[in-house]
């Protein structure tokens, strides 16, 4: 009788080198998964970031364009002012971090918004007061005023833990410009806060404005009869030759510092420079907590990394 010799299979299983080097490989295409999963998060916040403040940007930008395209003064033998810029000594935004500018702009313009876009409309109110209350009231002329500020833009208070820099645009309607008055007045700014009251959420236009920065180019004749053009801006600080902390243009011309007597008084404006700084939420809500109290340099490096900044000149027509 044969017996047949059975040989057993052992199953053969991975050694402990086999196992460290698929451990590695696997932990260095973890890594690397990783490392391009962050990168490509970061490139999206802060794609999502630019996008949002050239967003804000492009609002304020081309509303001021606009209202200023359509400018309206009147120069010759009258007392009036038709436009005042200025701005604010005091820095407005968190304690020790504020905006190093902040213009504010007030002057009279033919919104083509105005009566909420019912312009030229042929709805009017009946005697009663009835009918569309944005209907058109007739008149052409509004006066605008555009304003930097640090508030809470729901509740317009101080309150610092919901307070960020908010610009605001507050337009009054051609009947209510007429109704009260403010054609021919001498301090527009004035005359328009009493008229129009404080900012309200409806005027609130963009937010994480930093900075606004409003520069006039001026064509004039100096004292020797020769014809010249130069910037003259309207800052907090003397950073330059031609800054100023107020402009106006007068019925009887132009008045930088409302010096009415300056070479300038004569000169007409051909265009204005708008520049603002717009701040990323993360760089409001860090600028907040005031980190860098002390240290401007670093707050400087800080709001330059965490802010981006546009500029628009618009053309003033000459009529």
């Known amino acids: 009788m044969k017996y047949s010799r059975i040989r057993k299979s052992c199953a053969k ?17 973890t890594l690397l998964t990783l490392l391009i999963t962050g990168t490509a998060i970061d490139t999206w916040k802060a794609a999502r970031t630019e996008i ?20 309206v003064t009147r120069l010759g033998n009258n007392d009036s002012q038709w ?32 009566y909420n876009g019912n312009a030229g409309s042929r709805e009017r ?8 209350r944005n209907a058109d009231q007739g008149g052409d002329i509004s006066a605008v005023s555009y304003q930097l500020d640090f508030v809470d833009p729901v509740f317009g208070n101080q309150n610092q833990q919901f307070s960020t820099f908010v610009l605001y645009r507050n337009l009054l309607d051609p009947n209510e410009t007429y109704n009260r008055s403010l054609l021919g007045r001498q301090n527009l700014e004035t005359a328009f806060d009493a008229s129009a009251g404080a900012n309200e959420l409806e005027d609130l236009m963009c937010e994480n404005i930093y900075e606004f920065t409003v520069t006039f180019v001026v064509d004039y004749r100096d004292s020797t009869g020769q014809d010249r053009i130069t910037k003259i801006t309207v800052m907090s600080s003397d950073k330059g030759l031609q800054t100023v ?8 011309g132009l008045a930088p510092n409302l010096n009415t007597r300056s070479e300038f008084v004569g000169g007409r404006i051909t265009s204005v420079e708008l520049a603002i700084t717009v701040l990323s939420d993360e760089g409001v809500a860090i600028l907040k907590r005031n980190p860098f ?12 990394q965490n802010s981006f900044r546009y500029t628009r000149s618009v053309t003033i027509p000459q009529g």
């Open 245 to 252: 902390r107020n402009f106006a243009i007068n019925g009887t």
């Open 293 to 304: 109290q002390g240290n401007p340099l670093v707050a400087t490096r800080f709001i330059e």
């Open 125 to 132: 109110l009946s005697e009663a007061g009835g009918g569309n």
């Open 13 to 29: 299983g991975f050694t402990l080198a086999e196992l460290m080097v698929a451990m590695s490989i696997t932990l260095v295409l």
């Open 52 to 71: 949002r403040a050239a967003g804000q940007a492009k609002i304020m930008l081309n509303a001021l364009g606009r209202d200023l395209e359509s400018m």
């Open 83 to 114: 436009l005042i810029a200025t701005t604010t000594e005091q820095g407005i935004g968190p304690q020790g971090q504020e905006t190093p500018n902040a213009a504010r702009l007030t002057f009279f313009t033919s919104a083509s918004d105005r």
